[in-house]
């Protein structure tokens, strides 16, 4: 504003000491911004664009760029960043240590990097940015007037993704293949997205649960439902998600969803259980319980090692980004792994031009039918996420390690095999977009910050952050962890948790059993707790309240069912699960589909209808069908307690 145009303002407003304080203080900050800025030596247009850039981070528009926030467009750039290196980015800038980065800390840190003196993460970031596509519109949970990123490079990478796996499904050929433009209407109705999941982990969705037949607003709500419910089981976060938005095709929150997704499919067969072979990585005088602690990203990497090691090339790679923007570690990788009638060779590497080698390296790629995900531009600019997703394929498809003449090492797995319930804990705390995400349920949490913030979840501001060490540990960073899992056990014990005989060290060291009984009752505190939330009633909810409540609702309901308690053999039939879903959405259930359960298979197929049909009707379920039919009591309090908040929510 001009000073003569701050006074006409000043005409409009009562005449009043608070009013005349705001006006002179207005128009102070007004003179100090332009007065900065001038000094600075930007123009007009460039403090514009600087002001464009801090808005594609700030992303509430409150005026402060958070972790939260910077994490967010780090992962809309295809990046993973963790929570130190955030909190590092941050405080290169954050002059007032606030934790936090301002407009004016911001334009500081551009003057620099114009001046030549210092380089900035978060400036480097803010260059990436130019090739986000900035969206107006939220999340039905989100507040109003936020901007939203997406990458363009993403819609082309999955709609040709999806148009691959699903190509042969019955149900889409109708709508595939589809183009990046269509790629957020197409999801619009819910079965697409169905499909997609079971494509990543088959069997998640019963498609008898799935409304197929042109499906009126109301069947796309159910289906979004199921879809929403359904990836949370499997580990995908859907915070801030809901089923208005998928139906709406938010392009930043479907391609979120999908990434994770599909993400989860590409990675879930990197581990030793689906392919015994990648025993042949293990490093002299490394342990089989040290190889099981690599997430699936680092196995890959160690993957793309061995063979450019095996092929006689000095390079490695030590990510999905810079290190692979020529091509060349690629184009070696292919000619190594490719079975020799493919005829796959290391030509592109005669091409000097990084784009245009980039480009004959994907048409080597092609010709073993894996050259999804990437094209030229992406390997060039080192998107690290399509990348990622480039390279777990080709090991999903030519793996190509075959065990020497003396054979694969000695190794069983036993004991360090995934069991389903670890398996429903780990997809349970991802569900809730705990940072890192958790690969391994024991090495993962052995330093207590995941553990604090599933606490902190449980019940709001427990916590004392000051309390809590956090990475980098500069110094004695084992004490530091263990310092940390002891907190997680006090806190435990606040919240009235079973803890006799557990301390520190025992999460620390992964102890598999006393971190399981941490984490159980962790995932029960977290459900019950949701229970009273909705019951309001201010009284605490114990198992026998669950159990009344399934049985007066089936009374009410007219049902045959009834359970005794959570190791009710009845529960084996999944008959009680089902008719309570039809309790809560009566009618939901077709009962053409539901059998008698008189042997095995009869109930399975039952437990699977009931566990869909109770994601469809809302509850957030993460057990599995064989938790019913073998009647796993923790698995069935969870059921039947979320079906219970289900109701509840209803009411």
Known sequence: FTGEQLLVFGSLLQPSWSSLYLLATTFRFCRFILASTAA???????????????????????????????????KALGESVPGYRLRELISEVDKDMNGEVEWDEFLAMMEKVRAGNVKFGLADASEKTKKLVKVEGLSSASSAGTTHSFDEDETVSFSDWINY???????????????????????????????????????????????????????????????????????????????????AGKPHLVLGLMWQIIRIGLLAKISLKNNPNLAMLLRDGESLADFLKL????????????????????????????????????????????????????????????TRRAEKMLQQADKIGCRAFVRPQDVVKGNQKLNLAFVANLFNTYPALEPSDDGLPDFDLGDYDETREEKTFRNWMNSLGVMPFVNNLYSDLNDGLILLELMNKIKPGIVDWSRVNKAPYKFGGQMKKIENCNYVVELARQLKFSVVGIDGND???????????????????????????????????????????????LTQGRKSSSITGFKDLAISTSLPVIDLVDCIRPGIIDYDLVNSASDDEEKLLNAKYAISMSRKCGARIYALPEDLVEVKPKMVLTVFACLMARSLQKA
Request: aromatic letters at 8%; hydrophobic letters at 35%.
């Open 507 to 553: 999460l620390n060291a992964g102890n598999r059993t006393l971190t399981l009984a941490i984490v159980w009752q962790m995932m029960r505190a977290y459900t019950i707790k949701l229970l009273e939330t909705l019951a309001g009633s201010g009284k605490t909810i114990t198992d026998a309240d669950i159990v009344n409540w399934a049985n007066t609702t």
């Open 295 to 354: 997430s699936p990203e680092e196995i890959l990497l160690r993957w793309f090692n061995y063979h450019l090691e095996k092929a006689g090339h000095p390079r490695r790679v030590n990510n999905f980004g810079g290190d692979i923007k020529d091509s060349e570690c690629y184009t070696v990788l292919l000619h190594q792994i490719a079975p020799a009638e493919f005829g796959v060779d290391r030509s592109p590497l005669q091409e000097h031009d990084t």
């Open 40 to 74: 600075m030596g930007f123009t007009r247009e460039e403090v514009a664009e600087f002001q464009e850039q801090f808005n594609v981070f700030d992303q509430d528009g409150n005026g402060h760029i958070t972790c939260q926030e910077l994490s967010n467009v780090f």
């Open 165 to 247: 796996v699903l190509k042969d499904d019955a149900d889409l050929q109708s709508r595939l293949p589809i183009t990046p433009e269509q790629l957020f209407d197409a999801g619009s109705d819910g079965i697409l997205l169905c499909k997609l999941i079971n494509s990543s982990v088959e069997g998640t969705i019963d498609e008898r649960a799935i409304n197929k037949k042109k499906p009126n607003t109301y069947k796309q709500h159910e289906n979004q439902t199921l879809v929403l419910n359904s990836a949370s089981a499997i580990g995908c976060s859907v915070v801030n998600i809901g089923a208005e938005d998928l139906i």
